[in-house]
């Protein structure tokens, strides 16, 4: 998990917040998966998205002891995570095939999470499964319900970590995967674990300062965008020109953000790379 990778860097936050993370490891892992519970995320009521940046500092700013705030931390650090994910990885992919059937949202998370290794979602269900009551009090009292109530929300989704953790999972996504045309090379996913490790560190370093506080952790404008740009591409000059044009909308811009490049060891380690040059 990328917020591993995190732990693994403590030197490169603030002082207050390595000592955190470092006393309270496991509720900041949580909180940096916490942040999916949500099911039908666009059900919760008008500002409420749980994807929200005010909603992650509001979850923050009512954790009342140090373990509750390094679960924010985490609940943060997956939004942070997140602006890569649906500003750029997802948008470029939904334009490029989301023709095909079955290629959603999920379905290329789940094919990106496939380049992190086999035992990603079995860490995740390790996490989990640890008592987190007290964190989960927290998101009752500060996240809206969508069509499901948060404790609902919060079962379903742990019903579905087991789910990916299983082989039968495993051995369909695996021959779902082999079928696609779309290839998604391992340094295509090393350029965007790179930049979602370098905005998670970021935003732990500066805040409201960050390049990531810019964005949206939900990518609302960048997902709609996807499909206009799709059936705009395709109408004026078929495939080529919808590929050009995914690239162009949906690259990651320049940053001057380096934490992946300096790393001492690998953010991912079944990438095994230090980060992108």
Not at 205 to 232: F, N, Q, W
Request: charged share 25%; glycine share 6%.
């Amino acid at each position: 998990m990328l917020s591993e990778a995190v732990l693994r860097s403590l030197g490169t936050l603030p002082s207050t917040v390595a000592a955190l993370l470092q006393a309270f490891p496991y509720d900041y892992l949580y909180g940096s998966i916490a942040a999916d519970t949500s099911i039908a995320k666009k059900y919760a009521a008008p500002g409420r998205h749980c994807h929200a940046w005010h909603v992650g500092l509001e979850i923050y700013d009512q954790a009342r002891d140090e373990p509750l705030r390094a679960f924010a931390l985490g609940y943060l650090s997956h939004l942070a995570a997140d602006v890569v994910a649906h500003n750029y990885f997802v948008p470029r992919q939904l334009a490029v095939a989301s023709r095909t059937s079955g290629l959603g949202h999920s379905y290329w998370e789940s094919r990106f999470e496939t380049h992190l290794g086999e035992g990603h979602a079995r860490r995740a269900k390790e996490v989990i499964l640890l008592d987190h009551g007290r964190s989960d009090e927290l998101l009752d009292r500060v996240l809206s319900p969508t069509i499901f109530s948060t404790p609902t929300n919060r079962r379903i989704f742990r019903g579905m970590v087991y789910v990916t953790d299983s082989e039968s999972w495993q051995r369909v996504f695996k021959v779902a995967k082999e079928m696609s045309r779309w290839d998604l090379p391992d340094d295509e996913v090393v350029r965007y674990v790179d930049r979602a490790y370098d905005y998670v560190i970021d935003f732990l370093v500066r805040i409201d300062r960050s390049e990531p506080y810019l964005l949206d952790p939900a990518g609302d404008e960048a997902l709609s965008l996807a499909k206009r740009v799709r059936r705009e591409a395709l109408r004026a000059g078929g495939e080529t020109v919808l590929i050009e044009e995914a690239d162009r909308r949906f690259t990651m811009p320049e940053s001057p953000l380096a934490y992946a490049r300096g790393a001492a060891s690998p953010i991912i380690p079944a990438l095994g790379t230090r980060g992108a040059d």
